[in-house]
T-cell receptor, first 113, second 113 residues
Framework: EPEVTQTPSHQVTQMGQEVILRCVPI?????FYWYRQILGQKVEFLVS????????KSEIFDDQFSVERPDGSNFTLKIRSTKLEDSAMYFC???????????FGQGTRLTVV | KNEVEQSPQNLTAQEGEFITINCSYS?????LHWLQQHPGGGIVSLFM???GKKKHGRLIATINIQEKHSSLHITASHPRDSAVYIC???????????????FGKGTKLSVKP
């Protein structure tokens, strides 16, 4: 069964460092999303991406964040200068069309120290 | 006030019991997801529905658009059903052309043998 794959599963980084979280969405899907979940809190929407551009983003997705689909298969989330409060589980998801079911990756746990 | 509210927050059941988890939302939506999150953190999509009822094995999801309410039922519950169940609404923004997920806080289900 096709699945969304995220790497790494866990990343520890020092405050101020740049991190790139990687996702391989399901191959024929057209819409891509990033979400985050701070420990003990609910999942929050970060950004949606379609046709090589951001289609919607939340207030959380500030200038420190960027997304890219560099090669037609990967979908990356970059955090330029990490802060302690960026520590969270980051989920990638993809869907075939806009209002169809979204499939989630297993998440990347980011720890900023 | 949260746009998506779930109840109960925590639920403990005995194996075999019928379980109901409720979700109410206050925004206009095009569809609603029920998701399952296991202790390791990964998220699995159970259902996406925009009207009526869907069934998959022992899981049943219903939605009443007029009442802005959805329920997830588990029949003949089993310890392996223990997880956090999350309701997520697909919001239609003002333009009606895009959507993203608004998550509830989740219901932590524990099924005892």
């Amino acid at each position: 069964e096709p699945e969304v794959t995220q790497t790494p599963s866990h990343q520890v980084t020092q405050m101020g460092q740049e991190v790139i979280l990687r996702c391989v969405p399901i191959s024929n899907h057209l819409y891509f999303y990033w979400y985050r979940q701070i420990l003990g809190q609910k999942v929050e929407f970060l950004v949606s991406f379609y046709n090589n551009e951001i289609s919607e983003k939340s207030e959380i997705f500030d200038d420190q964040f960027s997304v890219e689909r560099p090669d037609g298969s990967n979908f990356t989330l970059k955090i330029r200068s990490t802060k302690l409060e960026d520590s969270a589980m980051y989920f990638c998801a993809s869907s075939l069309r806009l209002m169809t079911e979204a499939f989630f990756g297993q998440g990347t746990r980011l720890t900023v120290v | 006030k949260n746009e998506v509210e779930q109840s109960p927050q925590n639920l403990t059941a005995q194996e075999g019991e019928f379980i109901t988890i409720n979700c109410s939302y206050s925004v206009g939506i095009s569809a609603l997801h029920w998701l399952q999150q296991h202790p390791g953190g990964g998220i699995v999509s159970l259902f996406m529905l925009s009207s009526g009822k869907k069934k998959h094995g022992r899981l049943i999801a219903t939605i009443n658009i007029q009442e802005k309410h959805s329920s997830l039922h588990i029949t003949a519950s089993h310890p392996r059903d223990s997880a956090v169940y999350i309701c997520a609404a697909v919001r239609m923004n003002y333009g009606g052309s895009q959507g993203n997920l608004i998550f509830g806080k989740g219901t932590k289900l524990s099924v005892k043998p």
